[in-house]
DNA sequence: GCTTGACCTCAAGTTGACTTGAGTTGGTAC
DNA sequence: GTACCAACTCAAGTCAACTTGAGGTCAAGC
């Protein structure tokens, strides 16, 4: 019923090839079995790997996702989890919130540098406040950036140009 | 005037003396001299490092970052980069909304598995969609990961096993 | 029969932002 | 003056999540 090679798993599901076989070595999917040398995978993957986004995009680590699984592939994320992680993103978007009006009012704020005007360093302080309330275990900043400009694990040959003013 | 030994930072900053050395090094802070072999940091570093601090949970690298300097250690953002960093936050704002709803979905959810409930499957979709639509520059996932759970350069001693909530 | 192309394995490399460790130096307190 | 300890340098290691590369297999098409 319906195997697909893992061709077309990635063009089916955005996966790169290689993620997929990673997937698999650490045990986050599974294929449904061989064709000589093939994986062969069921059509059931693709919505594996969407919970894998969505894991992903939720901030969960890989090892954290795998650990919801089942081991018939299914979900099993205890309800008491979802809520701490729900919570835990509602205070990720309040800070996010703050941010945002901070870097809005530096880009409007007329003075010449942004040091100098004290409404930021007012909104740096409590930023900076914000960041010492929160428990952070090893002084670690928060990580934040999106997929606009994911810069984890950034392929070495996609330089940094195209974006509006290079930075790099 | 009032310098300071690399311990005094780091235990006015909480930036790591590790750290502090590195940002050094890159460029991005500046230590007032040395006596002997010790660096001498003068008070205006705090800020400087309150300001990377913003800027790494803005999700700017820190090579980002130190384009944002101007060689005597001032701001100088283009306020345009200002607004688009601020807009891509909104952005961002806008998708850890829909996530949480989802994830507090499915915590209420009654369905005894998450992948049968239709809604379930359709808030999936949802984000997904999201995920495309949004200009994603690598096909990289977004990382929203927050300081309540730092999981880069997570000690390798911490388990992944553990998680009932204490993200610690 | 031979090429092609999609797949395979396994090891090593990449990325950013640090941390760790080994071995050294020098200011300060006693 | 000497012990101590904070700082130093420099190289190497760490982490997650993949990617890359070299070399091999196999089914299909010419």
């Given at each position: 019923?319906?195997?697909?090679?893992?061709?077309?798993?990635?063009?089916?599901?955005?996966a790169s090839v290689?993620?997929?076989r990673y997937y698999e070595e650490i045990g986050l999917i599974r294929s449904a079995g061989r064709r000589g040398l093939r994986r062969q995978f069921d059509a059931s993957v693709l919505l594996t790997l969407s919970l894998i986004e969505l894991g992903k995009v939720a901030g969960f680590s890989l090892a954290e996702i795998a650990s919801m699984f089942a081991n018939d592939g299914t979900l099993n994320i205890p309800r008491a989890d979802l809520h701490a992680k729900a919570a835990e993103l509602g205070r990720q978007i309040t800070k996010l919130r703050a941010l945002r009006e901070a870097?809005?009012?530096?880009?409007?704020?007329?003075?010449?540098?942004?040091l100098e005007c004290p409404n930021f360093r007012k909104l740096l302080k409590s930023i900076s406040a914000k960041k010492v309330n929160s428990r952070t275990p090893r002084g670690q900043a928060s990580q934040v950036s999106a997929d606009l400009s994911s810069r984890r694990h950034r392929?070495?040959?996609?330089?940094?140009?195209?974006?509006?003013?290079?930075?790099?």
């Open positions: 019923m319906n195997l697909m090679d893992i061709g077309e798993v990635t063009s089916r599901s955005g290689s993620a997929l870097i809005q009012h530096v880009a409007d704020c007329p003075a010449p540098s942004h392929p070495s040959r996609r330089k940094a140009a195209d974006s509006p003013e290079r930075y790099e």
